[in-house]
């Protein structure tokens, strides 16, 4: 898990899933349970829920460095004996996997709609889950920090070292279009801004987050992410 786990919340990122049946095209891609201990999902999953309650556990999918421009991203289908589970990237590319102890011990088979030979890239995609509104206790940026910070250096084991540590929440807005959000706690006021990619950055203060700060954000979101 390098800089890619800098990961993304937005409740507009929820994506389709549904039972369909699986297009006569879609191949085998790999098997349930490799899929899952591969992005550590059922170690997030047996991860007791107060302890991540404040994060959403996603899959991003991308095309491969070499992939021709516009090349679509495939449509995954879980083939489980109750029916298939079909999955459609959102538009940010990301799926929600469902996990659980029945398909695990069943461990059916995952097919992709993409064609023998197109590569993709798969990786963990790690959301905070804030409060909807706009204001926000800075406290919750807090919570989903340390929960993100315990979690993946929790499943990273050994390489745990490795991990960079995150402290912060960034509010991802469109480019181009400046955004704004106030921070306010007893005796602060600080303005937050985005950058040049539509980033804003609210970084976890523990002082301010027991003092009750609060950020005020002049317009919604496309989604959170989280960041170093």
């Not at 460095?65 to 516009?70: F, I």
Request: include cysteine.
């Amino acid at each position: 898990m390098t800089r890619a786990t800098r990961v993304t919340i937005a409740a507009a990122a929820l994506l389709c899933l549904v039972a369909t049946p699986a297009r006569a095209a879609d191949r085998e891609w790999r098997r349930y349970r490799w899929i899952c201990e591969k992005l550590h999902l059922d170690g997030f999953h047996r991860t007791p829920p107060a302890e991540r309650d404040r994060l959403a556990v996603l899959v991003k999918l991308g095309p491969a460095d070499d992939a021709p421009p516009g090349t679509p991203l495939p449509v995954i289908t879980i083939a489980a004996r109750a029916g298939p589970i079909r999955l459609v990237p959102a538009a940010d590319g990301t799926i929600d996997i469902p996990v659980s102890e029945a398909l695990l011990a069943e461990d059916p088979p995952v097919l992709t709609s993409a064609p023998e030979g197109q590569k993709s890239r798969v990786q963990l995609d790690l959301r905070p889950v804030l409060p909807e509104g706009a204001s926000l206790p800075l406290a919750e940026v807090g919570i989903a920090v340390a929960q993100a910070n315990k979690l993946l250096k929790a499943q990273a084991g050994f390489f745990s070292f490795a991990i960079p540590t995150l402290r912060a929440v960034v509010a991802v807005y469109p480019p181009g279009q400046p955004q704004a959000a106030t921070l306010t706690a007893p005796g602060v006021e600080r303005t937050l801004t985005t950058d040049a990619k539509g980033r804003l950055r609210i970084p976890s203060d523990a002082a301010l987050e027991a003092a009750g700060a609060r950020v005020a954000l002049a317009a919604p979101p496309l989604r959170f992410e989280l960041d170093e």
